[in-house]
Each structure stands twice: as C-alpha cells, then as structure tokens.
C-alpha cells in the first residue's frame, strides 16, 4: 500500500502530484448490523496502545460521551421513536478520514497532519505543536488534545497495518461482519448493495453517508434512516468551516504576519455559529487541489 | 436441557452455530444473542444478508438483538408459554404447519391412555401434599391386538396427541395472549405469521434461547413449548432449523457432558439410586424399551444403555473392574435424594441434610472451582449465612471472588460478624482459560482444542493439577489409615505419565476409550473391528462386558487412532451449509445437524433439496453423518432415535411438571394466573421453607424485575479488568421513561430496589427500550439490572451490589434452576 503523502498542514497545495492514481481505501461501515458491542472500542485500544479511560456509569450504554485522546473508536447509542417502534441505533465514530480533511486544512504547523495518497488523514507527532486548531476545522468534533503528549491524537486508520497490508484493528475485531476494509470504489459497491436491500425491506429511506460536502470520506456508512443523519449523531451536509478554507487558501499563502489577525477573525465567526450549524450549498472550492 | 432431551432424545443445541446462517426466519426469544453471544451472532447477520431471513427478537427488554431485528415483540418476563402456546394454537387454526412431518416423525398420531386429563390448571395425577404428579397417569396406549403403541395416522382420534394438542392450545387465542403477555395483539399476530411461513418443506426456521428461558420456576417447560412448536412446523433435523440452545459459558456444554450435575453420570448416564444395589438392578431400570418392534420401529439406541455404562465403569476403575464384581459397579456412589447445588446450599444453611428420611448433618466443607456460588446463587443473604457455617472453605480461582471473600461481604448482606464466623478459607491459585489447554465444548456440541498460551503466573497451578494433587494425598490417607469404603478410592484407575498433572490429552484419549482385547467383528468373527490397545472409533464398537474402556461414549471419535479430532482445523465445506466435518469433533458421532433423518421426506427425499441434510440414495443415506442406521432404508426406522417409541414428542410424560406445557404465573406472581386463578404458580415448582427464603407479594413489590448479562462484561469475572470497566464502569437499573418520568426519577440519578430478600442501590437508567405494558386490563411496569458486579473487584470503583441479593430460591422442577428472570420488586428514589 502507497504511503506516499497527497497533502500536507502548512505546505503549498500540489504538492501531491502524479498521486492521482493511487488507491483510495475506505472503512466499511453497517449501522444495520451493528451490534454494539464494542469489539472495536477494545481492538482500537489495544493496537494503538490506548486508555483505558477513567469512565462511570451515567445511565447510557455508550462508553463515553465523544471521543477521547484515549479512545479513538466510539460506538454512538442513539434511542429513537418511530410511529409505533423504537429504534436503538449504533454508530461507529472515528475520524471520517475526509477527502477534503478540515484538520488538515486549519493546522498551522507544517507536515503535522498528513493525507496519504490512499487517502488516509494521519497525524504526526513529531511536528504536531498541540495548537488545536485542527478540532477547530474538523466537521466531524473528532481530533482531540492529549494531555500526557501535548499532540493531537485521533484514528490513524490503523496506518501502520494498511500499509503492510493489514486490515484496521477495528475491521479486523469486528465480529458481525458489519464492518469491511478496501478500496472505496469496492466499499461503495458493497455499500449500495446493501442499501438496496434494505430498501427491499422496508427502509424507504436507506442511503450510503459519504458526504460531497468534504468530497466524501475514507470512512462509508449504510444509514437506515438515510435522511436523517443526525439520528446518528452524524452531520447533515458537513463542509470544511469556510473560516478555516480561507484561512487555508487565502490567508495562509500571505505570511506568517497575517496569521494571528485571520485566526482570530474567521475562527471568531466560526465559533458564533457553530460546527454542526454548516449546512446548505457552499459552493465547491476550485481552489482546493483536487485528488 | 431436560426439555430437549424428553422431546427429541438429546439435551443439546440440535444445530449448530454457523446452520444458523441456512435459516429463513429466525425466532429470538428468552436469550439475547446480540448481546451474550456476539461472535455467534454473525451467522444472525449472514442468514439475514444472505437468505433476506427474518429476525424477529422477542424480549421484555429491546435489546441489541432487538437492534438489528427485522421485528420486535415486547413481551412480559416468564409469560413465555403463553406467547408459545399462542403460537401454536395460531399455526393448528390456521393449518400452517407441516402435516406431513407431524404425522410422520412426531407422536401427533399416538393415543394416549385415558388416565390423562387437565382441568383447570392440573394434569391428573397431581398430590397436594408432596406437590408432585404421578407421571404414570400420563401414558401411551397399546393397540389391544398388536402390543405396539396405539396409532391413528389420520390424526383425527380425540385421544391422540395432535387432538389432545389442539384441545389443550384452544384457550391460547391472540386476546389472551395480549392479555396475559401484554403483548399488543397487532404485534404477536405479525410474529405467528411470520414464524408459521416456514410451517412447509420449502421453507426452514429457527429458536434460538438461552437463560433467558431456563431460568424460571416454568423453564423446562417454556423450552417444551418451543420443541414443540418446531416439531409442528416440521423444523428439527433440518439445515436451517432446530432448537438451538446457547450455553451461557464457553465449557458449559462440555461441563454438562462431563456430569457436571448430581443426578448424571458423563454421558447422561444416570446416577445410581440407592435403590439400585447391582448393577442388573441399575441396567434394568435405566435402560429404556420399546412398544415398536415392527415396521417403522425405533432404533431405541439407548438399548445400548449397559454398553455405555460397563465401558465407563472400566475406565474409571480399570483392571479392578471385572465381570464378577459388576464392574466395580459397588464403589459409584448412589443418591438418596436431591444434591444439586441449592439443596446443598440449604443444609449448609439449615445444618441437616435430610433424605429420604435419614437426618444427616450438613456438609462441613466446601471444594468450589470455576463458580461463584456468593454471586452465581439465589437469595445471596441466604448463600453467606450458608458459607459462614462451614468448617472449611476451598476455592481455586484466579481472581479473589466473593466466594473466597465472604466474611467481607458488606453489612447489608446480612452475614454474621467476621469475627463469629468459623470458617477456614483456603484461596488455591488458579490458572486461567488461556493458562492451560484443553477442550472447550460449545453450544454446537464441538469439542474444540484449545492450546495455552502463556503458563499460569506465580504459583497458580492449571485445575487438572489442584484436582490431581488432592486426590492423590486423599488416596495416600486412604492407602495409611484406611476408612470407610476405602476401595472406592484404592481402585480408581489413574494411570497418566504424570499422575500429579495429568496431560489433557491423556485424559481426553481416555474419554474417548479404547478396546482391551481384541474385538471380533460380530458380521465375520475372523476379523478384528480393533485390536487390544486400540482407541476406538465410533461407539457401536462398545461392549458390554468389560472388553472396551470409554469415560464418555456421547464423545467417542474425539480421540481415535487417527489422533486429537478435537484439534483438527479443515474449513472444508463440501455440503456447502457450514457443516465443517473436519473442523473439531461434534458430539455425537461427529454429526452436526442432529435428528437429521428428518430432513427428508417418507421416501428418503430432502424436503428442501437446496438444503439437504441426509437423503437416501438407494444404499444409504450420504450427507452428514446420518442420525440413523446409514444403510436402513427409510421407513425402516423412526427419526428420533434415541427416543424408544422413535418419534419426536409434542406430548412427554418423562418432565415433572406435565406432558404439555401449561401458562403459570412466576413463583412471585404479580397477577393471579388469568386462565386458573386457583392455580396461579407452577403447581410442581421447588421452593425452601428456612427463614431465609422468603417470598414477596404485589401489594408491597408492586414492580416486576428481570436480570441480565451485557456484552461487555463475563460473569462476575471481569470487574477485575480495567479494560472492561472502562466499557461497563458500573451497575444499572433500566427503568422504563415513562414510568421514570412519573416518578421523578432521573437517568443517572441513584435508586433503589428492593425485593423482599434484599435492598440495592445503582443509577438509573431512563429508557424508551423498557414500556409498561398492558397485563390482564392493568399498566404493568418492568425494570431490570444486569448481574456481574459485587464488592470484589481489583478497583474499588468498580465495585456494585450482587444481583442476586434480590432474586428467590424458586426453582423449575426439572432441572432446579433458579428463577431468575422474574421476580417482584419496589422501586424508590436513593
Ligand atoms: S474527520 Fe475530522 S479529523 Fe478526520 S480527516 Fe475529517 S476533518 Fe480530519
Ligand atoms: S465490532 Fe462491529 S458490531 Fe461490534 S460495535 Fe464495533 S462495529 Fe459494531
């Protein structure tokens, strides 16, 4: 498997040329068939060396609230009402591994968050300053500070197995089949079977979550409830916050000089409406690199 | 198991794991597979992608196989029989279910004699006084001319048991089912239609259970009723189908096989009673036989019963046991009475072990391995006032467990001052399951080998070791300073190389048996089926006098000369359904699907050709390994081979609490039984009568609770493990939201629950996946908690109450397992 790097925090965009051709993989996601039972929670723990995290029983299944610098892979338990049923959704949550990753995007320190040519979005620690500023620009609320390391920490998509090719903990642990590993052209595939079976039986609304707003994610969901989204604690229509595209596509590019006046100006904005309040057509940025 | 046994001939899970993949429909009721047996479940998962089947989940609780069901019914806690019944009842009305296979692998044509009856919530032969039936009353009828049972193969005899069926399900409508499991009708007629579409040869479901059914006051008989039903549908035998029982531990399987209970010997052979003084006496009851000797007659396989039982006693006792001293059959211990665990309990606690009639002192010592009776048993203030009478107290285990830390248990336990309590414990380091190697039986019946994978820590020795040890300082006494009955210590055998830590696959070479001398073949004497010294291959090479060793014959094939079946891995697939044949050893006879006879039709034909179990191919019967004769053509036997009449049982005389299944109310009833008030209980049930084991009533626990297991824990075992408790950091109550909102209770905050043996504290959890329901024209309100904490545990944040503070020794009259899974409670803010 490629490591080769597509893009970079705080390097000129291009950088990723020829790299078009490289295989895009993707984590396979079933909420249908998930069971919740959080073999994934423990094999992400214990490949990455991991927690455990202080938790304590506050009336919910779910282990944690969000995600932690300790625990990257958190099962969501949502319970919904329908018309005379119940619905007791499970959602895996992890970094999305984003086409057009946020994180990325915000970070100022050069080479700290890296995208792989196969569209992993990693972190490296070695140039990770702990800013934070890549939780500012994650759509998803999914990089998180670690106190004993003072770096960012979140799913690497079990990088160092892909590229011995391996498959992630997560998928590997999995015991339902509800989770798959490949490519993204395979993992859609599989994903639009399965959405149209389940709209054979009754789920009308079914749909594949690989949102366009951030050019899709290395991360594919099948949602029952396709329309809703948020059911699962997911994003409607996540975009990249548009403080953070100028920041990246403007500011940036002027200097070192601007930075602390743009950061304070755009974040300002963001941190007034909110991430999970983006919504509607913000208009593709051409000036993004493309894959 | 007792109720797979009396309807089909074997206790056991009558699939398998992975078949669960070949099902069209798949029935979830009194177990939560999603939950407790997760890996398992992928074949749930598989069968729905892959076949479109579907799942319907039956649970008070929505559970998280409720999560991923195709339909969910909420049912209330041990109203079961009911829900079955109902069934049932729908699938006669409504004439979807397989005739054919009823009238021809069923005991649906078969009269019964006119001493059977029920009326108004009792079976005849039902005595008030000891609350037992007389199981005499509920008999076959012989045909007056032939001596063979009494047939009508029209089914249309009133005497015969599809009609007795029919009569005795009549009461089961959808309303009295919605009344009495306050299940909305709408809802459990979508569920009968669904489970009945495979009432036909094309299409095969399945039921798949757990504790959730045995572990009620009705258990046995809950399970009766899903036997039932998938006989009427004409499912067990076949690919897809079946009964499949999920153990609730990784060994339990292979424990139960083992003799892991009083009244068996391992491979369900029997326990002498001490009636039976020579082993003729013990052969001529234990043995079973047959009216059918003609056509269609019953193979009766447990006419082998004295072959099984000689080989056991060889090699047990080996060259002590001969032919003139019966085999060393003197020296097996013979019962006088009830010794499962809670009678044990019981004279512990009482100080007397009374039976039949002898007035014994209570045990004064305790050996305990791989359990935790403080958090395993009934009425926990009952359990350590029990514990803290013993003189001595000897547990192995890897972890300090409530068990070894009793005279700890909090106050509130109700347990004598520490420093009154007499008892010596001795905590034996134990090695853990990846700590040594080994077998594990699961619920498909493999015995799968299991290698250890790193060696024990400290001085914590693996069981074999412990066990090996005091027996061997135990025979030493015996050799010194004599005793009573010394032989049956001198003479077992125990002739492993190293005989203070035997190698398991020394012992598991011995399960499977071998010939002493050399065994003739019966068809030409010149030959030899084995020689002296040959491990056996299957258990029709059994003897009955003395010329074969077998410590199991249910396990025989496991360890023959082709070496450790248990060990071998093939994913070879060549039937295609998943049945493995070269991956491990499946008891019995390596067969996966068992009663498969009954995958096919009279002439020998698959009644789903797409998914045939054995058929007949004019010499014999290919595809698993047949349940039956392999070269008798079809017709010549029944299906269900180790029943003596050979037919698979709608109606069982063999349980205590009737031939049917009947709808009673748990022990603690919240309602009086809606169909005979007089009657509310199981009638048969087992309670105890010290002053511990008291009883509650609706008046004053107006709630009705249920327990658990989650997925994130095992047992009482995993609060030691920070991993874990950071997944399940601590004990809950569920609390429907409705009712919470009522009563002010908010998630998370602390409450307490209170039954009349016990009073616990936890946090709250406010949830939609709890609904009161409508019971008998009242809202009725179900809370529950998981078990699988207590005050032992390595981080004291991850302590909580035992469970079973709450629970009562109420007990199934069969297998006298406790009722766990409903009993009443109150409910109030802490
Ligand atoms: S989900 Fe967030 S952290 Fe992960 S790649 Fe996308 S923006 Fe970055
Ligand atoms: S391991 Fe699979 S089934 Fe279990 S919680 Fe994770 S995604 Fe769901």
Redesign the pocket.
């Given at each position: 498997m490629s490591l080769d790097i597509r893009r970079s925090s705080a390097s000129v965009w291009g950088s990723a040329s020829g790299m078009r051709t490289a295989q895009v993989v993707s984590k396979y996601?079933d909420t249908t068939?998930?069971?919740?039972?959080?073999?994934?929670?423990v094999?992400c723990q214990e490949w990455n060396d991991l927690g455990p995290v202080a938790t304590e029983q506050v009336g919910t299944y779910q282990t944690l609230p969000t995600l932690h610098a300790e625990f990257w892979?958190l099962?969501r338990f949502n319970e919904r009402d329908f018309d005379g049923g119940l619905a007791w959704l499970?959602r895996?949550d992890q970094c999305m591994h984003c086409d057009e990753p946020g994180c990325l995007a915000a970070c100022p320190a050069p080479g700290a968050i890296v995208q792989y040519a196969n569209g992993i979005v990693d972190v490296n620690p070695d140039q990770c300053i702990g800013c934070k500023y890549c939780e500012t620009g994650c759509p998803f609320d999914v990089p998180r500070f670690s106190a004993t390391t003072g770096k960012m920490a979140k799913c690497t998509l079990c990088v160092d197995r892909v590229s011995v090719g391996l498959e992630p903990a997560?998928i590997k642990?999995?015991?339902?089949?509800?989770?798959h590993f490949g490519t993204k052209q395979d993992m859609l595939e599989l994903a639009k079977g399965r959405v149209q079976q389940l709209k054979g039986n009754g789920f009308a609304q079914a749909a594949v979550y690989d949102p366009q707003g951030v050019h899709g994610t290395s991360v594919i969901t099948v949602l029952a409830h396709g329309d809703h989204p948020e059911y699962y604690d997911l994003p409607v229509d996540p975009h990249v916050p548009w403080g953070v595209k100028l920041w990246k596509t403007i500011v940036r590019p002027l200097g070192a000089i601007a930075i602390f006046g743009a950061v304070i100006g755009a974040f300002g904005h963001y941190m007034n409406h909110g991430r999970k309040g983006v919504k509607g057509a913000d208009a593709h940025d051409a000036n993004l690199p493309d894959a | 198991m007792a109720s797979l046994a009396a309807t089909f001939g074997r206790g056991a899970m009558t699939n398998g794991w992975v078949d669960i993949k070949n099902a069209d429909v798949i029935l979830a009721m009194g177990g939560n597979p999603a939950e407790n047996h997760?890996c398992g479940f992928k074949w749930f998962i598989e069968a729905k992608k892959t076949r479109g089947a579907k799942l319907v989940a039956v649970d008070p609780r929505f559970t998280r196989t409720a999560a991923v069901a195709d339909l969910y019914s909420p049912i209330r806690a041990g109203s079961d029989i009911a829900y079955l019944l109902g069934i049932i009842r729908y699938a006669i009305e409504t004439g979807r279910f397989h005739k054919e296979y009823v009238q021809l692998f069923t005991n649906g044509p078969y009269l019964i004699g006119e001493k059977y009856g029920f009326d108004d919530g009792l079976f005849t032969g039902f005595d008030d006084a000891t609350k037992t039936y007389d199981k005499t009353n509920w008999g076959y009828e012989a045909d007056p001319k032939t001596k063979a049972y009494a047939v009508d193969k029209t089914m249309e005899n009133p005497r015969c048991v599809f009609q007795l069926l029919k009569k005795h399900v009549e009461r089961y409508t959808p309303e009295t089912v919605a009344r009495i499991c306050g299940t909305p009708k709408e809802t459990f007629l979508k569920v009968c239609e669904i489970v009945t579409s495979t009432g036909n040869a094309q299409r095969c479901g399945t039921i798949t259970y757990a504790l959730g059914w045995t572990q009620h006051s009705t258990g046995v008989q809950i399970i009766r009723a899903a036997a039932m039903l998938q006989l009427l549908l004409g499912n067990v035998g076949r690919p897809g189908g079946g009964v499949n029982a999920f153990r609730g531990h990784s060994n339990i399987q292979g424990a139960t096989d083992m003799a892991g209970t009083f009244e068996i010997l391992p491979g369900y052979l029997k326990t002498p009673a001490g009636p039976q003084q020579t082993l003729k006496d013990y052969l001529e009851a234990a043995t079973p036989t047959t009216l059918n000797k003609q056509a269609w007659a019953s193979m009766n396989y447990w006419q082998n019963y004295p072959k099984f039982m000689a080989s056991l006693l060889k090699a047990t006792y080996g060259k002590n046991a001969t032919k003139d001293n019966e085999f060393g059959y003197a020296w097996l211990p013979k019962v006088d009475g009830n010794y499962s665990w809670m009678y044990i309990y019981d004279d512990m606690y009482r100080g007397s072990s009374k039976r039949l009639g002898a007035d014994e002192p209570a045990p004064e010592g305790l050996i305990t391995f791989g359990m935790n009776p403080m958090g395993i048993g009934p009425n926990v203030p009952k359990m350590v006032n029990a514990l803290s009478k013993l003189k001595w107290l000897v547990v192995g285990e890897n972890y300090e467990i409530e068990t070894a830390t009793f005279w700890k248990a909090p106050k509130e336990y109700g347990g004598p001052d520490p420093s009154k309590i007499p008892t010596e414990v001795f905590q034996l380091p134990a090695s853990g399951f990846a700590e040594k190697d080994g077998t594990f039986t699961n619920s498909a019946r493999w015995l799968q080998w299991k290698w250890k994978a790193v060696d024990p820590p400290g001085n914590a020795k693996t069981d074999q070791e412990i066990l090996a040890r005091i027996f061997l300082a135990v025979r030493d006494l015996y050799k010194k300073e004599g005793g009573a009955l010394p032989e049956q210590v001198l003479n077992v055998t125990w002739s492993y190389s190293n005989p203070a830590a035997p190698d398991l696959g020394e012992v598991l070479k011995e399960i499977n048996g071998k010939a002493l001398v050399d065994i003739p073949d019966p068809k030409d004497k010149t030959k030899m089926i084995r020689t002296a010294g040959q491990q056996l291959e299957n258990f029709g090479q059994l003897q009955d006098d003395g010329s074969t060793a077998c410590g199991n014959w249910l396990h025989l094939g496991v360890y023959t000369e082709a070496g450790n079946n248990a060990q071998r891995r093939s994913t070879a697939d060549p039937t295609g359904l998943g049945m493995y044949p070269n991956w491990t050893f499946s008891w019995p006879a390596n067969r996966r699907i068992m009663y498969n006879r009954a995958s096919a039709d009279a002439e020998g034909k698959a009644w789903d050709p797409t998914r045939p179990g054995i058929v007949w191919n004019g010499e014999k019967w290919v595809g698993d390994v047949p349940d039956i004769k392999p070269d008798s053509p079809p017709g010549e036997y029944g299906a269900f081979i180790m029943n003596a009449e050979g037919v698979g049982r709608l109606f069982a005389a063999a349980l205590n609490d009737g031939p049917f299944p009947e709808h009673y109310e748990a022990v603690e009833a919240i309602i009086q039984n809606p169909l005979h008030p007089k009657v509310t209980s199981n009638p048969a049930t087992k309670k105890f009568s010290s002053d511990k084991d008291v009883y509650g009533k609706p008046d004053q626990f107006p709630l009705v609770c249920t327990t658990y297991r989650l997925t994130e824990h095992y047992h009482y075992w995993t609060k030691h493990t920070e991993v874990l408790n950071q997944l399940q950091p601590g004990f809950f109550v569920e609390i429907p939201e409705a009712y919470a909102q009522k009563q002010g209770i908010a998630n998370g905050s602390k409450v307490r629950v209170t039954s009349a043996r016990g009073s616990i504290e936890g946090v709250a959890m406010v949830t939609k996946r709890l609904r009161p329901l409508q019971v008998d024209g009242k809202e009725l309100i179900q809370i529950g908690f998981p078990i699988h904490w207590g005050y032992s545990a390595g981080d004291t944040g991850h302590t909580g109450p035992l469970a079973n503070f709450l629970t009562p020794s109420a007990m199934d009259p069969n297998t006298w397992t406790p009722e766990f899974k409903t009993f009443l409670v109150k409910l109030e803010k802490a």
């Open positions: 996601i068939t998930c069971i919740g039972c959080k073999a994934c929670e094999a892979n099962i499970m895996k997560c642990a999995c015991p339902t089949g509800c989770l | 997760p």
